[in-house]
C-alpha cells in the first residue's frame, strides 16, 4: 500500500486569490461552518419548509426565477456562482475530462478544474440543505473541542469540509484522505491532508477518532462493510461515523416528470454504470443494516429533499435548487456518466450527449418539480 503523504497548496497561491472575489470567499466560508453561522438563506420574513423525505416539497407560484432560457447557464449562472464560489484550492484524461490515476479501483468521477470547483459548490448547497450544519450526528462541540479529539473525512476532494471543521473546531485535529492531490496548502493548522486509498487498510491506531466523516463517495467505495468495519476499528469507545450520499434518480410529488423522461433515462444509465462497476448507487439504503452488524448502536437514517432547479417555494431550498441546476447544467451530468458511459457501457460520448441535452431541458423546465433523495446514515461506537 501506497504510504500517506501530506499535500499542501501553496500559500502564495492563495494570496493571489482575486481581489474581486473577496466577497464571495468570506459569504461562502461564513455559509459552510456550521450552525453558529446564518446563511441568510430562509430568514423568518421568507417562507421555509421543513424538509425530509416524508415532507412534501411546494413549489412556488410564480416561476419568474425558474429561467427557462437556454443561455441560463452562460448569463445568470455565472453572476450567481461568482456570488458564492470561493477560491480554493493530477491522472488519466479521458474524452477531455481528467481522473485520478491512484486507487484500487477505477474511480467514475474526474478531479480537473471544473470539478474541483462542483465540489466546492456541492459543500455550500448541502450546507444549506443541512441549514448550516456540517453533520447531523448527535455529536456533542465538547467531545469534539478538547485537546485530543481527532476527525477522519473519507474521500475529502477538495477538502473544504475538513477545512471548515478545523476551523470550527480549532483543538481538534482533522485528517482528510483522498486518492488524488486536489486540497489547498494554506490550511488551518490543525488540518493535514493525505494521499491513501480508504478501500484499503486503514494506516492508523486502533481507537484513534472520535468521529469518521464520508460524503458523497458513490462510485468511490465498492466494499461498505469492510470500509464500516475498518471505521469501527479506528473509533475510540463513543465515537461516531456519518455517511451521507445522494441517490440519483427522479422524483417528484405532483407528477410533473414528463413521459419518456431524458432525466430518467440518465439516471437508469447511471445505475447500469455503477452497477457494472460493482459500486451500486442505492447501497446508502443498507448503511443502517451493514453498521448495526459492525457493532455501532444508536443507528439513524436521515433522508432529505434535494430539489432540481429552483422550483420550490421555500427561498433556501429554491437556492440549493438554484445551485443544483447551475451544477448539472454546466457539466454535472457529464462528470457522472462520462467515464462510465464510454468504458464501462462502451458507448459513443456523442450519444451520450444527445441524451444529457433532455435532461438538461427538464432541468430548465419550472414546470418540472423533481427532486433526488440526500441520504445520512449516522451511528456510535458503543462506550
Request: contains cysteine; hydrophobic residues 35%.
Amino acid at each position: 500500500m501506497q504510504q500517506a503523504q501530506a499535500v499542501r497548496r501553496s500559500a502564495t497561491a492563495e494570496a493571489a486569490a482575486s481581489t474581486t472575489e473577496s466577497s464571495a470567499a468570506s459569504l461562502a466560508s461564513t455559509a459552510q461552518v456550521g450552525s453558529a453561522v446564518d446563511s441568510g438563506i430562509g430568514s423568518s420574513s421568507e417562507y421555509d419548509q421543513d424538509n425530509s423525505g416524508h415532507h412534501l416539497l411546494h413549489a412556488q407560484d410564480d416561476t419568474s426565477d425558474a429561467s427557462t432560457d437556454e443561455g441560463y447557464a452562460d448569463s445568470d449562472a455565472s453572476s450567481f456562482l461568482s456570488s458564492i464560489l470561493s477560491e480554493v484550492r493530477r491522472g488519466v484524461e479521458i474524452e477531455g475530462r481528467l481522473y485520478p490515476s491512484y486507487g484500487k479501483h477505477d474511480y467514475g468521477m474526474p478531479i480537473d478544474e471544473k470539478e474541483l470547483d462542483r465540489n466546492d459548490l456541492q459543500h455550500h448547497k448541502y450546507s444549506l440543505l443541512l441549514k448550516d450544519r456540517l453533520f447531523v450526528a448527535p455529536i456533542s462541540e465538547e467531545q469534539l473541542n478538547t485537546g485530543n479529539s481527532r476527525i477522519l473525512d473519507l474521500g475529502t476532494g477538495t477538502g473544504i469540509w475538513a477545512i471548515d471543521m478545523a476551523d470550527k473546531f480549532p483543538h481538534a485535529e482533522i485528517i482528510g484522505v483522498d486518492i488524488a492531490a486536489t486540497q489547498p496548502s494554506f490550511v488551518p493548522p490543525n488540518c493535514v491532508f493525505e494521499i491513501d486509498d480508504v478501500e484499503e487498510d486503514w494506516p492508523y491506531r486502533q481507537a484513534h477518532f472520535d468521529f469518521v466523516h464520508g460524503r458523497d463517495l458513490m462510485t468511490a467505495v465498492r466494499d461498505w462493510p469492510r470500509l464500516i468495519s475498518q471505521a469501527y476499528t479506528h473509533l475510540k469507545p463513543g465515537g461516531w461515523i456519518q455517511l451521507a450520499s445522494t441517490i440519483p434518480g427522479a422524483l417528484t410529488d405532483d407528477d410533473t416528470i414528463p413521459p419518456n423522461s431524458g432525466y430518467v433515462e440518465a439516471g437508469r444509465l447511471y445505475y447500469e454504470v455503477a452497477q457494472k462497476m460493482g459500486a451500486p448507487l442505492d447501497a446508502p439504503r443498507g448503511w443502517a443494516e451493514q453498521m448495526r452488524s459492525a457493532g455501532f448502536s444508536n443507528v439513524q437514517d436521515e433522508v432529505y429533499k434535494l430539489p432540481m432547479g429552483p422550483w420550490p417555494r421555500s427561498k433556501r431550498l429554491r437556492t440549493v435548487g438554484k445551485l443544483e441546476q447551475i451544477m448539472i447544467l454546466d457539466g454535472g451530468f457529464e462528470a457522472y456518466l462520462l467515464r462510465g458511459y464510454t468504458q464501462v457501457l462502451g458507448g459513443r460520448a456523442e450519444d451520450l450527449q444527445i441524451i444529457l441535452a433532455l435532461a438538461k431541458r427538464e432541468v430548465r423546465d419550472p414546470n418540472v418539480h423533481t427532486y433526488v433523495h440526500f441520504h445520512i446514515t449516522y451511528g456510535q461506537k458503543p462506550l
